[in-house]
């Protein structure tokens, strides 16, 4: 597991594209069989992917954590970006469509991920924070949480957003997660910006074609920068930080958050003239 400190406003200005790719920028989060995580001091936030192929993966715990298992004083939000699968928690299996997710709650010991195909393996990204209670494991079906377009063609963010882990969906104690879609012709995502110094975010960005790729802006909204992001990979973004994209083409990303509250609605809007 890779471990991401955390650094501040001041820090980051200095860095250059390199470094900035090494503190925020998470490359690779798919392998056959195996998981890639990554620990961030973020509020503490795991950023995840596994891709079982051939063969079950489990969820083992790590030295960085300190516990008996993951999900000790865990929680963790699963979606499928990839083929049918299915996630295992304590002996209880949960079949995964593409875009189906599940909430898994402290205090469950065993976690394994399968696919149903080899030739068309599932791939799960996960993001895991701590918790202070337990909450029940359950699925969300894509088709079955709240969903709303928003955007316009003419400002090319055409989307609809889904909302799976928040206070009116699926519980928690810290964690919101979801995912945004956007139409064919639409590019833009989260303009106008906004920061919420109350929660860290990650975005991770799928369904782009490899030769496409995503400028994510991020930085303090008078000062930013840019990472060039490619399909299947993730930004940490600091609560201090903006956390918005142009994409070359059209794509879907998923975003999470954790810290304080779970208002999605709790963020601190940038004009886009004040963008600097």
Same mark, same amino acid.
């Given at each position: 597991?890779?471990?991401?400190?955390?650094?501040?406003?001041?820090?980051?200005?200095?860095?250059?594209?390199?470094?900035?790719? $090494?503190?925020?920028?998470?490359?690779?989060?798919?392998?056959?069989?195996?998981?890639?995580?990554?620990?961030?001091?973020?509020?503490?936030?795991?950023?995840?992917?596994?891709? /079982?192929?051939?063969? /079950?993966?489990?969820?083992?715990?790590?030295?960085?954590?300190?516990?008996?298992?993951?999900? $000790? %004083?865990?929680?963790?939000?699963?979606?499928?970006?990839?083929?049918?699968?299915?996630?295992?928690?304590?002996?209880?299996?949960?079949?995964?469509?593409?875009?189906?997710?599940?909430?898994?709650?402290?205090?469950?010991?065993?976690?394994?991920?399968?696919?149903?195909?080899?030739?068309?393996? &599932?791939?799960?990204?996960?993001?895991?924070? /701590?918790?202070?209670?337990?909450?029940?494991?359950?699925?969300? &079906?894509?088709?079955?949480?709240?969903?709303?377009?928003?955007?316009?063609? $003419?400002?090319?963010?055409?989307?609809?957003?889904? %909302?799976?882990?928040?206070?009116?969906?699926?519980?928690?104690?810290?964690?919101?997660?979801?995912?945004?879609?956007?139409?064919?012709?639409?590019?833009?995502?989260?303009?106008? &910006? *906004?920061?919420?110094?109350?929660?860290?975010?990650?975005?991770?960005?799928?369904?782009?074609? *490899?030769?496409?790729?995503?400028?994510?802006?991020?930085?303090?909204?008078?000062?930013?920068?840019?990472?060039?992001?490619?399909?299947?990979?993730?930004?940490?973004?600091?609560?201090?930080?903006? *956390?918005?994209?142009?994409?070359?083409?059209?794509?879907?990303?998923?975003?999470?958050?954790?810290?304080?509250?779970?208002?999605? &609605?709790?963020?601190?809007?940038?004009?886009?003239?004040?963008?600097?």
């Amino acid at each position: 597991m890779q471990v991401r400190y955390a650094v501040g406003p001041n820090e980051t200005r200095q860095f250059n594209t390199t470094e900035l790719r $090494e503190n925020f920028l998470i490359e690779t989060l798919f392998t056959p069989n195996s998981l890639q995580l990554c620990y961030s001091h973020y509020d503490r936030v795991i950023v995840g992917g596994a891709m /079982p192929v051939d063969s /079950p993966v489990d969820l083992p715990t790590y030295p960085e954590l300190r516990s008996d298992f993951f999900l $000790e %004083r865990r929680e963790l939000g699963i979606i499928n970006v990839g083929g049918a699968g299915s996630v295992t928690v304590d002996g209880q299996t949960y079949e995964l469509a593409k875009l189906d997710g599940l909430y898994v709650g402290r205090g469950s010991r065993s976690v394994s991920f399968a696919s149903q195909q080899a030739d068309a393996p &599932a791939r799960f990204y996960l993001l895991s924070s /701590p918790a202070h209670k337990e909450y029940p494991t359950q699925k969300a &079906a894509q088709g079955d949480v709240f969903s709303a377009p928003m955007g316009s063609a $003419e400002a090319a963010n055409e989307r609809t957003i889904y %909302r799976y882990i928040h206070k009116d969906g699926l519980q928690s104690c810290q964690l919101v997660m979801g995912l945004t879609i956007l139409k064919p012709g639409s590019v833009w995502n989260t303009m106008p &910006a *906004h920061v919420h110094d109350r929660r860290m975010e990650a975005y991770f960005y799928f369904d782009l074609d *490899h030769a496409h790729r995503i400028v994510h802006l991020m930085g303090q909204p008078t000062e930013t920068r840019h990472l060039m992001v490619a399909n299947h990979q993730a930004i940490i973004s600091p609560p201090w930080s903006i *956390h918005s994209g142009c994409g070359t083409s059209n794509y879907s990303f998923i975003w999470g958050m954790a810290g304080e509250n779970l208002d999605y &609605a709790d963020m601190d809007l940038i004009a886009i003239a004040d963008l600097k």
